[in-house]
């Protein structure tokens, strides 16, 4: 790969993984705007599918579970997320596979799911707690004790509230432009594995 070309990819993996942290999803643009991004990601995503580059597919695809994650998208952000963590188990990315755990929790809880989305928190929280992430572990516990408070389980969210404050708090970042990212080839030996569908636990959890 030449040197153009090294740019432009780190160019867009950084983007991505910013992007992926900062944007909250009470800051999306308008709606027409909102659309044609996801509509340009979704493109973006099928050039990277088609070049086989699994790291940019992930991070395009947290970023639109993060566009999607609106009331009465919640299905599509789920699928965004349940495809971007297969990929990222295959690569062995246990950080991206903590966002992309935690996001589903999100969504989770945007359906009324509330012990599903600790179940996944709580898979995040193993993640982190291997890879030493000190902020993330607080901050995951923190929404553990925040659920299990919703819940009524008022002596749950006490030992997650006191395990949490031992972590430190995480930094705010700021939010970055919505520039999109410039296309990147690579290539991987074979496709991932497809993880255990989001929507199976959803149905799971609703013939309960």
Same mark, same amino acid.
């Given at each position: 790969?030449?040197? &153009?070309? @090294? ?7 950084? /983007?991505? $993984?910013?992007?992926?942290? @900062?944007?909250? +999803?009470?800051?999306? #643009? ?10 340009? =990601?979704? *493109? ?10 699994? !790291?940019?597919? +992930? ?7 993060? =566009?999607?994650?609106? #009331?009465?998208?919640?299905? *599509?952000?789920?699928? @965004?997320?349940?495809?971007?963590? %297969? ?41 982190? &707690?291997?890879?030493?992430?000190? %902020? ?6 923190? $929404? ?12 749950? +969210?006490?030992?997650? =509230?006191? &395990?949490?404050? !031992? /972590? ?8 970055? !432009? ?7 080839? +690579? ?5 991932? #594995? ?15």
């Amino acid at each position: 790969m030449d040197a &153009r070309r @090294c740019s432009l990819a780190l160019r867009g993996l950084l /983007f991505a $993984a910013v992007a992926v942290v @900062c944007i909250p +999803a009470h800051a999306q #643009p308008s709606p027409d705007n909102h659309q044609r991004m996801i509509a340009w =990601y979704e *493109q973006t995503l099928q050039d990277a599918t088609t070049s086989k580059n699994y !790291k940019e597919q +992930a991070n395009l695809l947290l970023i639109l579970a993060k =566009y999607h994650s609106v #009331p009465g998208d919640e299905k *599509q952000a789920m699928d @965004c997320y349940t495809r971007a963590l %297969s990929i990222l188990r295959w690569m062995g990315d246990r950080g991206g596979e903590a966002k992309a755990l935690s996001g589903l929790a999100n969504v989770y809880v945007s359906l009324g799911h509330k012990q599903l989305a600790i179940e996944n928190l709580n898979e995040a929280l193993l993640i982190q &707690r291997s890879q030493n992430d000190l %902020s993330g572990q607080g901050k995951t516990l923190n $929404a553990i004790a925040d659920l299990y408070s919703d819940m009524g389980q008022t002596e749950k +969210a006490r030992q997650y =509230y006191d &395990r949490a404050s !031992k /972590f430190p708090a995480p930094r705010p970042l700021p939010s970055p !432009k919505l520039i999109p990212p410039p296309s990147v080839s +690579a290539s991987a030996a074979s496709p991932p #594995p497809v993880a255990t569908s989001a929507a199976t636990q959803l149905a799971e959890a609703d013939s309960a």
